[in-house]
């Protein structure tokens, strides 16, 4: 496969997850605003998450800036947000694939803390510049909590397409690890 499409079909990729995100949360608001809490789709982390264990250092961290660029772009209007954290994020995904195998069910573990991680962090920012009245305890209870129920299942049913996909795509033997 030519060295471009090496890098732009993983951009469309998480692009295509940008717009999936907030495409899932228009067409499905009531339906994401449950008895239980508020749920909140993360497809652009969890295909930045996959594609971080197939992708050089270099390539994976540009495409965390861009992404995390277009996302606080297209949705916290805040910028530098979402940039950081997702550039954060894929660092240390970077360090853990070192000692991790590429695997469904290390996806769903890496998933569950990597949006954790996210999330806590998006609320401290949040509530350091007063975009949220919600405290710690809301925070967990209602949103939290579902959010990563909802994005491990998403994980679990999405992480052997999209890697086999990558795979096809990055020629993990080629790429890994450079």
Not at 78 to 94: K, Q, S
Not at 127 to 140: K, V
Request: net charge positive; aromatic share 12%; glycine share 4%.
């Amino acid at each position: 496969m030519s060295q471009w499409k090496k890098h732009l079909y993983p951009l469309l990729m998480l692009v295509a997850a940008l717009l999936l995100d907030g495409a899932l949360s228009a067409q499905l608001k009531g339906v994401l605003k449950t008895d239980i809490g508020i749920i909140v789709p993360h497809l652009t982390l969890i295909v930045l998450l996959i594609l971080t264990f197939y992708l050089s250092f270099r390539h994976i961290i540009v495409l965390a800036l861009v992404i995390g660029f277009m996302y606080d772009s297209y949705y916290s209007g805040i910028l530098g947000i979402y940039m950081t954290a997702f550039t954060a994020l894929v660092y240390i995904l970077l360090q853990c694939r070192k000692a991790l195998p590429a695997n469904f069910m290390i996806y769903t573990l890496l998933s569950i803390i990597v949006i954790t991680i996210l999330e806590f962090f998006i609320f401290g920012v949040y509530r350091a510049i007063n975009m949220t009245t919600l405290t710690i305890q809301e925070f967990m209870v209602e949103r939290l909590g579902v959010t990563i129920l909802f994005n491990s299942l998403v994980m679990l049913v999405l992480s052997i397409p999209i890697s086999k996909l990558t795979q096809k795509i990055v020629q993990k033997e080629e790429i890994r690890f450079k």
